[in-house]
């Protein structure tokens, strides 16, 4: 509940007055303001997103060592100056130990218009919105603004720590137009409301000792350039009590983040439709979570500054963006460079558009519950697991990604990379089977550990997946549990036989796994019909024993070879060629289609029995967390 106004008469300034401010003055006289009922009408009902004439001012604030103010609605008390009625105000000059309250019960919006404004206060908020229907900065053409604060705040009374930003508000605070904004927080946040932060243009820098932007109930994105340096979070939204509330939304702009805690987190749901983002947290992708022997700066401990205030109850992270509900992307150009996992949910994640370029110390793309992946350009070029999720769809869109571990997980609990006590650890919020539905789109995917990876099923009906799997005869190419049922589309997954699995003989479309002795990388593998023409080939990016290969051109009861070697007159991308003939090499063996699954050559293969390897060189399944 909101404090009790108290008379700008009585207000004690926080900014103890220097020797250099030991002289104000106030003009009420009316002389330089434009005032009537229509403009305060229409200041009323004017909207927040709307232009506002800057001729029309309620009073002109001047700072210095003398500061003066020009108009109504205003009052200076030493070296405060507390704005008690809404109107706009215009703010210009210099003060090394100053503050601006807004204090206004009235039902009008309050504009702070700062016309190349260079503001101190060294012991509380040098902008402080006590209480406003709406507080509007208003950063003008060209004009260049700097608010400071102290290492240390002075509150009103022992049972508060507010304000306890740069600029707070305690309402809701928007900020517009084209000039530029440097906020420099040394105590604790850079720019907080209470309420709903909304920032819709201007050049925005801030540097903080804890977190960027926080908005309470939420921060809206709308346009211009913002800058941050967090030793905290970046952008953060609170409210964890009303599930319409603490959300950020980012519909367009340029958004650049660099925090040693996450970049992006909201405490219900993060959407973004559009704009250019790029975030750095916990010192990037080389400040990986698997370095549990980085003593200088442990994974997992960044953050911890005596001055912090924040409220939040979320464990320190060092995640790019972060919802305790949901994330929804439509679109945007979103860069990340990231130590804990770029993208993640603890619950439903769903990516429809946008490009994306993701660098990750873990995970690239996490969600606990459900992720749904129905367009956009994906490139993780750095992950300990790529895509991991209880259920994870692909419905379309293009997707390359390097993983240390496995490719995509669908794991029904704790898996692998989350638990044996390292740091950064994702607890799934379901126990049962993980699912991987693939619907179209492309798909490729170099991983150390498991390409694709489910602790229940796969199911495959389009698309195009190439998967370069592990070399290590403890992971495969393909995993499942229960059952892997390819009916369309292309699949090829090449990597070590140890672990190799086919899919499941209740598949609708044909495959082959062929399993050869160890070949290099970049040797070709080609499957030709019995007229010599190309049906499949593909190059693997490494050393590999075991080549699953899906696809409609594979008829049942047809006979087919596969050569090993040669070269290829076709177009290659990701190792696949098309539009062309292979030529040279050495047959590697033959078969009919006479069942859905074939094997060719000796192996570990499996098919469809999850659990119980054949073949020569076979061995039990590793036991999955």
């Excluded at 350039?225 to 939204?237: C, P, Q, V």
Aim: with cysteine; proline share 2%; glycine share 12%.
């Amino acid at each position: 509940m909101k404090k009790k106004l108290i008379l700008a008469l009585t207000i004690i300034s926080l900014c103890i007055s220097s020797v250099a401010c030991s002289k104000t003055t106030t003009n009420d006289s009316n002389d330089t303001v434009i005032e009537s009922t229509e403009n305060t009408e229409s200041k009323t009902t004017d909207t927040l997103d709307s232009d506002i004439n800057l001729n029309d001012i309620t009073a002109s604030i001047s700072l210095g060592d003398t500061i003066t103010v020009n108009g109504n609605g205003a009052t200076v008390n030493n070296n405060t100056v507390t704005i008690s009625t809404g109107g706009t105000y215009s703010i210009s000059g210099t003060s090394s130990n100053s503050q601006i309250i807004v204090d206004s019960a009235s039902e009008e919006n309050v504009y702070l218009v700062l016309n190349n404004v260079d503001l101190t206060c060294t012991n509380s908020a040098p902008i402080y919105v006590k209480s406003a229907k709406n507080a509007i900065i208003v950063l003008p053409d060209n004009s260049e603004n700097t608010i400071t604060d102290g290492t240390t705040y002075t509150f009103e009374d022992s049972s508060t720590d507010e304000p306890n930003a740069a600029i707070f508000s305690k309402d809701d605070l928007t900020i517009k137009g084209n000039g530029s904004l440097t906020v420099n927080a040394n105590y604790n946040n850079g720019i907080t409301s209470k309420d709903d932060l909304k920032i819709t243009g201007g050049n925005i820098s801030v540097t903080s000792v804890d977190d960027g932007l926080m908005g309470k109930d939420s921060i809206t994105i709308k346009g211009g350039t913002i800058d941050i340096n967090a030793s905290g979070d970046g952008l953060k939204a609170t409210n964890s009590e009303d599930t319409e509330k603490g959300y950020v939304l980012i519909e367009g702009g340029t958004l650049n983040i660099t925090s040693t805690n996450d970049g992006i987190q909201a405490e219900t749901n993060v959407n973004i439709t559009d704009g250019t983002i790029n975030i750095t947290s916990g010192g990037g992708s080389v400040n990986s979570s698997t370095k549990t022997d980085n003593m200088q700066n442990p994974w997992g401990q960044w953050g911890q500054n005596s001055n912090t205030t924040s409220s939040s109850s979320d464990t320190s992270s060092a995640k790019a963006i972060k919802a305790v509900s949901n994330i929804i992307i439509d679109g945007g150009n979103i860069t990340i460079d990231s130590s804990d996992d770029s993208l993640h949910s603890n619950d439903n994640l769903i990516i429809n558009g946008g490009t994306f370029e993701i660098s990750s110390g873990d995970d690239g793309i996490h969600s606990d519950t459900t992720l749904e992946i129905n367009g956009g350009d994906i490139n993780i070029s750095k992950s300990y697991e790529g895509i991991e999720s209880t259920t994870i769809t692909i419905n379309d869109g293009t997707i390359h990604l390097v993983a240390s571990d496995d490719g995509l997980n669908a794991a029904g609990g704790n898996d692998s990379s989350s638990t044996n006590g390292r740091p950064g650890q994702n607890n799934f919020s379901s126990s049962s089977g993980g699912t991987i539905t693939i619907n179209g789109g492309y798909l490729y995917v170099d991983a150390s550990g498991d390409g694709i990876d489910a602790n229940g099923s796969i199911e495959m009906n389009d698309g195009t997946v190439i998967v370069n799997g592990p070399e290590n005869s403890g992971n495969g190419a393909l995993d499942y549990d229960s059952s892997c049922n390819i009916n369309g589309g292309l699949f090829i997954a090449a990597g070590s036989s140890g672990m190799a699995q086919s899919p499941s003989t209740s598949s609708k479309q044909n495959s082959v796994n062929v399993f050869l002795s160890s070949q290099s990388a970049n040797t070709l593998i080609s499957i030709k019909n019995e007229n010599g023409e190309d049906i499949v080939t593909f190059a693997p990016s490494k050393t590999y024993q075991s080549v699953i290969i899906s696809s409609p051109s594979l008829q049942s009861n047809t006979k087919y070879l596969v050569y090993s070697g040669g070269t290829s007159t076709g177009n290659e991308t990701d190792g696949l060629y098309t539009d062309g003939s292979s030529n040279g090499g050495s047959e590697a063996g033959n078969f009919t289609t006479s069942s859905t699954v074939t094997t060719v050559g000796s192996g570990s293969g499996n098919t469809g029995a999850p659990g119980n390897m054949g073949g020569s060189g076979g061995g039990n399944r590793r036991q999955r967390n």
